[in-house]
């Protein structure tokens, strides 16, 4: 078969090659202390947009990191008896939480879920961060050149997604013992830091997961689509890479692969073997540091897209909770 990347078996044996920082262990312990210290004022608004016979739909607000206020979509059966297993659904680069009418056949099945808009993207959450350096348009570059790499976007949309799963798991309504995350690309990514931030996660499903090895991103040529971004800051901030190994190191405090093996969830990860986006290798960086248990599902001819049958999988291994 044609090869865009390794071949399989060099694949499952990867490990990645973006400099992990020294203290990122510290890094993150001091990340969630701080995410402790928040007050997250939750509020649930019933939706003025749908009405169903078997779901209540609530817009839900809390505050984060930095004092932003952020926005998830949730949904609980409306005719539910003691506490109901929950999902937390992550989406793509950009983009927002979707439809209501999306989840409704997870609400049937008796899931209480939770759909976040990540903070400054396509949906309601804010962005009040205030950094010094570049922003562009893109969030992988966000606070690169603060002199605080607490400052970097993504850290705060990672303790979002961890700060959410708190939220949803004290909900009267809820098992905090029976809850699972699921989501594709930024959305597999952040599938699996939350798995890493919140260890009563029980399952996790990514696909194709965003988010990881930087480096061999960039060595690879495919700075471009979702990481092209990583291309106009070398070009506009450091055009001779004399920064380069700084660069990354710091790119490292929000790669994936690293707080991949905090993951205490069963997981299932799919991707696909021609995928161009988010590279097969940068993938299994992550999937190959998680230690818990788990299973790939292999698309040799898929690149970035729909994954036949995957859609059904996923559902039915989350009906394992």
Not at 95 to 106: A, H, I, Q, R, T
């Amino acid at each position: 078969m044609p090869l865009i990347d390794k071949p399989l078996s060099e694949l499952l044996t990867y490990q990645g090659i973006n400099p992990r920082p020294s203290d990122f262990d510290a890094y993150w312990n001091e990340a969630l202390r701080e995410l402790d210290q928040i007050d997250p004022r939750v509020e649930l608004m019933p939706s003025q947009t749908i009405t169903s016979r078997h779901a209540e739909c609530f817009d839900l607000w809390f505050t984060g990191i930095g004092d932003a206020r952020v926005h998830a979509k949730y949904l609980r059966p409306r005719n539910r008896q003691g506490k109901q297993p929950a999902l937390l659904q992550f989406h793509g680069y950009t983009g927002n939480s979707g439809d209501w009418v999306e989840k409704l056949p997870y609400v049937a099945e008796g899931f209480c879920m939770a759909m976040l808009d990540c903070r400054g993207q396509g949906g309601l959450s804010e962005d009040n961060l205030q950094i010094k350096g570049n922003t562009h348009y893109g969030h992988i570059i966000r606070g690169l050149d603060d002199p605080d790499p607490s400052r970097l976007l993504f850290r705060h949309i990672f303790l979002d997604t961890a700060l959410l799963a708190r939220i949803v798991m004290g909900f009267a309504e809820v098992d905090p013992q029976r809850v699972g995350a699921f989501g594709g690309s930024q959305g597999g990514a952040l599938t699996l830091a939350c798995a890493a931030l919140e260890p009563r996660i029980r399952l996790a499903a990514p696909v194709y997961p965003f988010l990881c090895d930087y480096q061999r991103v960039w060595e690879m040529d495919l700075c471009k689509d979702a990481y092209a971004e990583l291309r106009t800051f070398f070009r506009l901030f450091d055009p001779t890479h004399s920064r380069e190994e700084e660069i990354f190191t710091r790119l490292g405090y929000i790669d994936v692969q690293f707080l991949a093996p905090r993951i205490r969830a069963k997981t299932l990860m799919a991707v696909g073997l021609m995928d161009t986006i988010c590279p097969p290798s940068s993938q299994f960086a992550a999937y190959n540091k998680i230690t818990a248990p788990k299973e790939l599902a292999v698309y040799p001819d898929f690149g970035h897209e729909g994954l036949p049958g995957h859609t059904d999988r996923t559902f039915q291994f989350l009906m394992g909770l």
